[in-house]
């Protein structure tokens, strides 16, 4: 009896070390505000493209705040999700962090930002931060309002093709203005 309790006993301390070094290969991150697909494969010791391989990304210049992403490269078992961030109030109206990746990434043109108070002030903290609030402000490539690269807004600088570079962007790289908001606080630009 006191043997069979033994090789019970192994057998189940061996079962559970197999376990955890299988979960240890796959190792996954939360996308935080201000992440890139390039820092966290840096910072995960792999490359953008096994990150890529391993998301299935459609665009690996696309993530969200709150995906989570597989950084070990395995792409047989990769798994990719987009929850919900805590910090807004109007989130089930918000198509990006609660639609799959893929259609998210269809929707490039239009705002994908929860467009509540917070935001708003968020937008105009920021916008005020960067050029006063001025359309025609300029800094060397930086222009308008939003002190965006003159490269995104593609030769037209007129305030419509402002705010909707502007928002397509904040949504694209930190999921709302209040995100970004926090980005700016943290490091001084968004």
């Known amino acids: 009896m006191k043997m069979k309790n033994v090789l019970l ?5 061996a079962s559970s070390l197999f376990a955890i070094g299988a979960t240890a290969h796959a190792d996954t991150v939360t996308v935080k505000a201000g992440d890139t697909v390039s820092a966290i494969a840096q910072q995960n010791n792999t490359t953008i493209s096994a990150i890529e391989k391993a998301n299935q990304l459609n665009n ?3 993530i969200f705040v709150g995906q989570q992403l597989e950084v070990n490269g395995n792409a047989s078992s990769a798994t990719t999700t987009t929850q919900a961030t805590s910090t807004t109030t ?3 109206s918000q198509t990006t962090q609660s639609a799959p990746v893929a259609q998210a990434q269809t929707s490039t043109t239009t705002s ?3 467009n509540n108070s917070s935001d708003s002030d968020a937008k105009a903290w920021i916008a005020n931060k960067e050029s006063g609030g001025s359309y025609s402000a300029t800094n060397g490539q930086y222009v308008g309002k939003y002190q965006l690269s003159a490269s995104y807004l593609g030769g037209d600088y007129s ?3 402002q705010e909707r570079v502007a928002d397509n962007y904040v949504a694209s790289r930190y999921g709302s203005w209040s995100n970004a908001k926090a980005h700016w606080l943290a490091n001084n630009w968004y």
């Open 9 to 13: 006993s192994t057998a189940a301390a």
């Open 60 to 62: 690996v210049n696309l």
């Open 90 to 92: 109007t989130q089930s």
């Open 112 to 114: 994908n930002y929860s």
């Open 159 to 161: 305030a419509a093709n």
